[in-house]
């Protein structure tokens, strides 16, 4: 892969003036990491895992040694953390990346008369990603600043400049994220068009001209009548890439025995990024619906073969108005995906679309067909695969809920931060489901440091726990004094975790990258990161975060964990968008049944706030 280089800081200079993530205190982490477990484990394994930890953490013991390694790395590095979080998180994973992995833009749904305004739509947003790029090449994207807790420091850009440039390549034990190298090659001029389960490049830069939108329009058109043309069709090649990655590690070793395939991949790997161009589903088009169909394509059946899913962008476009994002997460955050996303369609409603209804006459050669020599090695995998998203797509579990009764301006008005409130409310709601508590993972941006990406606020706090059995099991017991007590000391917990984890004193990433150099030394694994405890702090049965968006589009994700949820949640003024999945498979959840709860009780926390302000007769 000559053009391609493993991934690195592809622009060094947009971290200037960012601190470096620091290395939180060993004790402090340690102490915080019991704090943590004590209620999400037995007694009995609690006792043990202090037992543990207290010798880990001990004077001159094992912990100390390889906290001062950690403050050698942080010396001699932009990121201490990144590269063992990149692969913790993500290239080590070897399950598939739709569902599993891959979050989702989904757009509303679009009003398409006729294909033609499908590709005219296609057309304006592939000019708006150009202009987007160019904003990228010219480094003219304005920085970011926090918001919310500790607003107005400024944010790491690094995650940008990886949105057009990555690819996610699988290995069969662990994928690579490589990036394109410009200073060898020039950046990627092209697209790749999935139509009909068929690949085209199109050529954005002809003769040294970007194509406008109207030459856009004319080499889709083109594309849309080559897929069309039965004769020509190819096997459904995408399908492998939403595998396993070994597997598909595997199926790539065989396809790039062949020239012509090796072509063809070079190509993809190449690109700007995706644009399918989906059939129409024939399904009803609710919300639920739509981000079904983005997150898996409605299976093989449907248009879950016209994608390459280890691309990092793929704008998908269905015939029957269903659009949206589908993004490989290993080079940037939702954060920035919207941010990206939320600019090409500010653009696109500012600068509407300049096509003319006649089709225009163009010397343009037309866009090419990328050949596919498949083995009938090739052609099985192809059908295990069918078979995998067939049945991973079956199995997922949606429901998309506008929680409408208010929004983040009725907890404003509370003194209390919304995002911890929201959270509460999903211990809250998990504990009225199951009578338990369980690990919970919410992403905590640490885009303050140079290189950041997340850490993990630990939102199943004591403290959320009591107010879940205070509201739930022992209702009449306490009076609504007590419960907003209790209400307030879970709300107070929850923002006091999300300082220190987006300051970057979060437990997970220092935990993960102590573990990570005992792996380095060659030293045997520490009993910490045996112990049983911490697996389960690893099982995210919930597994949250805030996307939040201003233009009318949601994002949504797959659970992490066979018998967990996913809730991505997008708080509004006056509402609260919830995506929550799970698996069908799993009978210890149900989406439908989650929501349910989750609604009476962000109910049942109104009216103790109304009480408790004296709005609300009790
Ligand atoms: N009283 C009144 N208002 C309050 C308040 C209080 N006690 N606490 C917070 N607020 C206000 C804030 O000032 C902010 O106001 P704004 O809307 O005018 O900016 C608003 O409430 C929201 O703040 P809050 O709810 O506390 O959350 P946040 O915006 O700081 O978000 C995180 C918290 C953890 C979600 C955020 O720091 C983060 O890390 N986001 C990234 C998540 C991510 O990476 N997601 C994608 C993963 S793929």
């Known amino acids: 892969m000559p053009v391609l280089e493993k991934e690195q800081s592809t622009n060094p200079g947009i971290n200037n003036g960012l601190p470096k993530l620091p290395v939180p205190d060993l004790q402090h982490t340690l102490d915080m990491y019991l704090k943590c477990m004590k209620h999400l484990v037995p007694e009995e394994n609690f006792r043990r895992t202090k037992g543990i930890v207290d010798k880990f953490g001990a004077p001159g013991g094992v912990g100390e040694m390889l906290q001062q390694q950690l403050h050698k790395r942080r010396d001699s590095k932009a990121n201490w953390v990144y590269d063992y979080w990149l692969d913790d998180m993500y290239l080590n994973n070897r399950l598939a990346l739709p569902v599993n992995s891959s979050p989702v833009m989904v757009f509303p749904k679009q009003n398409f008369k006729t294909d033609s305004d499908a590709l005219r739509f296609a057309a304006h947003l592939i000019s708006a990603v150009l202009e987007y790029k160019t904003l990228l090449e010219t480094h003219d994207l304005p920085v970011d600043f926090a918001r919310g807790q500790l607003a107005g420091t400024p944010l790491c850009m690094e995650q940008y400049y990886k949105l ?3 690819y996610r390549l699988p290995g069969p034990k662990k994928d690579t994220l490589v990036a394109q190298k410009s200073s060898v090659m020039p950046e990627p001029e092209h697209i790749i068009v999935a139509c009909k389960n068929q690949f085209f490049v199109l050529d954005v830069v002809i003769n040294f001209r970007r194509l406008n939108e109207k030459d856009l329009y004319t080499q889709l058109e083109k594309i849309s009548k080559m897929a069309a043309n039965e004769e020509e069709r190819l096997p459904p090649i995408g399908l492998l890439t939403s ?3 070994t597997e598909w590690a595997e199926a790539r070793h065989i396809l790039i025995k062949d020239s012509t395939n090796r072509d063809s991949l070079d190509m993809i790997e190449r690109c700007l990024c995706l644009v399918c161009l989906n059939e129409p589903s024939g399904l009803q088009l609710t919300d639920t619906n739509r981000a079904l169909l983005m997150l898996h394509g409605g299976g093989p059946e449907r248009n879950g073969g016209n994608r390459w899913y280890d691309k990092p962008m793929q704008f998908v476009i269905g015939s029957d108005g269903c659009c949206g994002v589908v993004c490989e997460h290993s080079p940037f ?4 995906l919207v941010q990206c996303t939320e600019y090409l369609l500010k653009y696109m409603k500012g600068s ?5 209804r006649a089709a225009s006459v ?8 990328l050949r596919w020599k498949c083995s009938s090695e090739i052609q099985a995998l192809l059908a295990a695969s069918a078979d995998k998203l067939h049945r991973l797509a079956k199995n997922l579990d949606m429901n998309v809920h506008k929680f409408t009764k208010y929004g983040k301006e009725f907890i404003k008005r509370q003194k209390m931060s919304p995002d911890a409130y929201i959270q509460v409310a999903l ?15 919410e992403s905590a941006s640490i885009r303050r440091f140079q290189e950041g990406r997340v850490d993990n606020i630990r939102s199943a706090t004591f403290e959320a726990l009591s107010f879940g059995k205070a509201m739930t099991d022992g209702r009449s017991t306490f009076s609504n004094d007590e419960k907003m007590k209790i209400l307030k000391d879970a709300i107070n917990a929850q923002t006091n975790y999300t300082i220190l984890a987006i300051t970057g004193m979060g437990i997970d990433n220092h935990l993960l990258g102590l573990r990570e150099m005992a792996m380095e030394l060659r030293m045997e694994m520490p009993e910490i990161f045996t112990d049983e405890t911490y697996t389960v702090s690893n099982q995210y049965i919930l597994s949250t975060s805030q996307v939040p968006t201003t233009v009318d589009m949601f994002c949504c994700y797959g659970p992490v964990v066979p018998n967990g949820y996913g809730v991505c949640y997008n708080p509004q003024s006056d509402a609260i968008l919830f ?11 149900c989406s439908n049944t989650f929501v349910k709860h989750l609604e009476e009780c962000l109910l049942e926390m109104e009216g103790l706030c109304l009480r408790n302000s004296g709005v609300a007769s009790s």
């Open 333 to 336: 955050e939702g954060i920035v």
């Open 164 to 166: 057009f440039t990555s």
């Open 427 to 441: 211990q809250f709601a998990y504990y009225r489901c199951h009578r338990r508590p369980v690990s919970t993972y």
């Open 352 to 356: 509407p679309s300049k096509l003319v």
């Open 243 to 245: 595998e396993g990655r």
């Open 579 to 589: 995506c929550v999945s799970s698996f069908n498979h799993s009978d210890e959840t």
């Open 362 to 369: 163009s010397e343009l050669p037309a866009p090419r067909r």
